[in-house]
């Protein structure tokens, strides 16, 4: 987990690291060890129905949505563990979003999305700073700069999934939401 320390006054210019994180294209931009672990900042390119889990962390969440269209939920604890093939909290938690909107689940709040549009390209901020390290430790080096081809199989092996989430404090509550 990132540890809270002094922050140095920093530029960020051009330095356009790629990783592929989950069938995703992530940028990072500034993580805990350059922010004294107040925050982390980073960009994503995400491909039509893309959808974690839902889940909650520790650390507040907030998403920018850049290009495209999603859909977000934000759900209590309680509605989150009701069962249902969808779950219920699907229909009735949907909020539709388009660029220049913003999403913020606190610490602990159950939420996902859905990527709605052919790509979409959010803005993500970790405050303070710690889900990049589960971005990281479920990654690997972009080998180019676009959205990875689909796999032939899981992304990254349970158990590494598992010590990731276990390790970051990230909870899940069901699963992503179902395809449109």
Not at 54 to 81: C, K, M, N, R
């Amino acid at each position: 987990m990132s540890v809270a320390g002094t922050a140095e006054p920093c530029v960020v210019t051009g330095s356009e690291e790629s990783i592929w994180f989950l069938g995703t294209l992530a940028r990072p931009k500034l993580d805990g060890a350059r922010t004294g672990g107040r925050f982390a900042l980073w960009e994503a390119v995400l491909p039509l129905g893309a959808a974690p889990p839902l889940h909650s962390h520790p650390q507040d969440e907030t998403f920018y949505v850049l290009a495209g269209s999603i859909t977000a939920w934000l759900v209590e604890a309680v509605t989150a563990a009701g069962g249902g093939d969808p779950p219920a909290w699907v229909e009735r938690q949907a909020r539709p979003c388009t660029v220049g909107d913003v999403v913020f689940a606190p610490g602990g709040t159950p939420h996902t999305f859905r990527v709605e549009s052919d790509t979409a390209r959010l803005l993500f901020l970790s405050t303070p700073a710690g889900i990049e390290d589960m971005v990281q430790g479920l990654s690997e080096p972009a080998r180019w700069p676009w959205l990875p081809p689909p796999p032939d199989g899981p992304r990254v092996p349970a158990e590494r999934l598992a010590a990731v989430e276990l390790e970051t404090g990230m909870v899940r509550h069901g699963p992503p939401p179902p395809p449109r």
